[in-house]
């Protein structure tokens, strides 16, 4: 009932399409399907005496037209499987061994975590890339900074990953980097530091609380700030 109500206006546009396909004048992208078209509900014509239906020309029934959108959701789950696998591979390129690679896959990674689409895909992967993304940290500004960023927006996103962070170590490595100075900016480490420590086991690493040198890592902190 929809389509019967929206065709006199999305009828003239596909006709427009396809004449443009036949004479020439208009060229679909490289990605369009043209067996799509052949899938269009258009509705029937009329009804005979018995109620059952007949369809205008190039019509399909009703058990077609349920096969083309089971088809096409199909197809959907095929893409999102295929972003998936894409994603992976952009997290194995971050432990590649050529400089030049971690700090392009490092980028697009930190340019991901600025959406809400791309926080929950890599929140996803949070195992394999929190890994890798801290071990960044230690090398030179052009991979580390773009690491640091991720996190910073990672961490920010999920106490999931901030758990995982902290159980990998990244209280320390913050600290130790900052001290070192030639790694990610000091105010990226700052903020990094700052979203872990949200977490309860994130304060209990930097305080050391209970621990023989508890406190050290605040003073050392200071020492290194002041």
């Not at 399909?60 to 696998?85: Q, T």
């Not at 991901?112 to 890599?122: E, F, I, K, M, R």
């Not at 690491?147 to 996103?157: C, D, E, P, R, Y």
């Amino acid at each position: 009932s929809v389509f019967r109500k929206a065709r006199d206006i999305l009828i003239p546009i596909f006709l427009c399409i396809v004449r443009g396909m036949i004479d020439k004048t208009a060229v679909p992208p490289s990605d369009f399907n043209k067996a799509f078209l052949i899938c269009l509900p258009k509705g029937s014509a009329s009804l005979l005496p018995d109620g059952s239906e007949i369809y205008e020309a190039g019509g399909i029934s009703k058990v077609e037209y349920k096969k083309a959108i089971e088809f096409l959701e199909n197809r959907k789950e095929e893409e999102k499987k295929k972003e998936k696998d894409e994603v992976d591979e952009l997290v194995e390129f971050l432990s590649d061994k050529r400089s030049d690679v971690r700090k392009e896959a490092a980028t697009i990674v930190a340019g991901l975590t600025g959406t809400d689409y791309g926080l929950q895909t890599l929140t996803d992967k949070r195992e394999t890339l929190i890994s890798h993304l801290l071990h960044l940290l230690g090398k030179d500004p052009p991979e580390s900074t773009p690491s640091a960023q991720a996190l910073i927006n990672l961490t920010g996103h999920s106490l999931e990953v901030v758990s995982l962070a902290v159980n990998k170590g990244a209280v320390e490595r913050c600290i130790d980097f900052i001290k070192d100075g030639e790694c990610a900016p000091v105010d990226l480490l700052l903020s990094l530091l700052a979203n872990i420590t949200k977490a309860e086991g994130g304060v209990h690493v930097l305080s050391q609380e209970g621990k023989p040198l508890e406190g050290f890592y605040i003073q050392r902190l200071v020492q290194l700030l002041v």
